[in-house]
C-alpha cells in the first residue's frame, strides 16, 4: 500500500511561483509512475503533468510550458515546480501514483491518492 501526502499549496499571485511536494511511503517508490492531477472549482478533475518511473515526463496541453514534474527517488518525492501561475490554475491539487500502465492520463489508471492541497490564485 502507498500512501501519498501533498504539500506546497497557498495563496500566490497571478504571474506568481510555487513549488508543490508529495511524500511517499510504503510500496517500492523506483516502480511507481507519478502524476499531478488537479480539480478546479465545479470542474472534473484533469490531468496536470506526469513522470514514469523511468523519469519520462509528459504534461497536460494547457500547461504551456509553465509547469515541471520532477522526482527524487532517493528521497521518494514527488515534485511540481509551477510558474507563471494563472487565475486558471486554482484548485486542489492531487498526487497520484500506479505501478501498472506506462504514460496515463485517466485518473481510473492511478491506484494511490493523496488528499489533496489548495491552490488559489488571486490578487
Known amino acids: 500500500q502507498v500512501q501519498l501526502v501533498e504539500s506546497g499549496g497557498g495563496l500566490v499571485r497571478p504571474g506568481g511561483s510555487l513549488r508543490l511536494s508529495c511524500a511517499a511511503s510504503g510500496g517500492t517508490f523506483t516502480d511507481l509512475n507519478l502524476a499531478w492531477f488537479r480539480q478546479p472549482p465545479g470542474k472534473e478533475r484533469q490531468f496536470v503533468a506526469g513522470i514514469t518511473w523511468r523519469d519520462s515526463t509528459y504534461y497536460g496541453d494547457f500547461m504551456k510550458g509553465r509547469f515541471t514534474i520532477s522526482r527524487d527517488n532517493a528521497k521518494k518525492m514527488l515534485y511540481l515546480q509551477m510558474n507563471s501561475l494563472e487565475t486558471e490554475d486554482t484548485g486542489v491539487y492531487y498526487c497520484?501514483?500506479?505501478?501498472?500502465?506506462?504514460?496515463?492520463?485517466?485518473?481510473?489508471?492511478?491506484?494511490?491518492w493523496g488528499q489533496g492541497t489548495q491552490i488559489t490564485v488571486s490578487s
Open positions: 497520484a501514483a500506479h505501478a501498472t500502465t506506462g504514460r496515463s492520463r485517466t485518473t481510473a489508471d492511478y491506484a494511490y
